[in-house]
């Protein structure tokens, strides 16, 4: 099976702009998760998404969303990017027993 | 919600040695805790998962062991090589098949050759 996917894996951005990421699971996966990974907050939980739902949601600004589509592909979406949004965002796909595969990240660096 | 702490934050062994990573849950409804190795640049790697029903788990050098009532789990790496440096975190998760997935702050291991 093809691992799980990340588009595009780096990123400049602007402050004030907004960026959309992607993400394939692996197929078969209906769950897709988002994390923020930066050096000095770890891996932090964004949002899950299973079946074109928002089934759990972690603590970040409305900025920040998500959505999936019927062949559970996933984008994410900041909006009205700040400094603070430089960060590493990885998406993973779970399988009904919860093991999580995480994709490469994109890299976003926001100047 | 869940809240995961991890200890240490830095480890370093020689080669050969034994690492150890201690982590601790708040939520008693976790029932799914899974470890993860980040090398410099990549993507973290699932290496390891425990679920709630058991108290340990082996493959090969290394092992998980849970203890419930402490609300604490842990990862052992035996006989250390190079290669297993990198970053450590563990996770707990609230739900069978319904990801909160909550992450601690992680460990980074040196193995000295």
């Known amino acids: 099976k093809a691992g799980v996917t990340q588009t595009p894996r780096y990123l400049i951005k602007t402050r004030g702009q907004q960026v959309t990421l992607s993400c394939s699971p692996i197929s078969g996966h209906r769950s897709v998760s988002w994390y923020q990974q930066t050096p000095g907050q770890g891996l932090q939980f964004l949002f899950e998404y299973f079946s074109e739902t928002q089934r759990n949601k972690g603590n970040f600004p409305g900025r920040f969303s998500g959505r999936q589509f019927s062949n559970s592909r996933s984008e994410m979406n900041v909006s009205t990017l700040e400094l603070g949004d430089s960060a590493l965002y990885l998406c993973?796909?779970?399988?009904?027993?919860?093991?999580?595969?995480f994709g490469p990240g994109t890299r976003l660096t926001v100047l | 919600g869940e809240n995961v702490e991890q200890h240490p934050s830095t480890l370093s062994v020689q080669e050969g040695d034994s690492a150890v990573i201690k982590c601790t849950y708040s939520?008693?409804?976790?029932?799914?805790f899974p470890w993860y190795k980040q090398e410099l640049g990549k993507r973290p790697q699932l290496i390891i998962d425990i679920r709630s029903n058991v108290g340990e788990k082996k493959d090969q050098r290394i092992a998980v062991t849970l203890n419930k009532t402490a609300k604490h789990f842990s990862l052992h790496i035996t006989e250390t090589q190079p290669e297993d440096s990198a970053v450590y975190f563990c996770a707990a998760s609230t739900r069978f098949n319904n990801n909160d997935m909550r992450f601690g702050a992680g460990t980074r291991l040196t193995v000295k050759p």
């Open positions: 939520d008693s409804a976790s029932n799914y």
């Open positions: 993973a796909s779970s399988s009904e027993y919860n093991e999580q595969f």
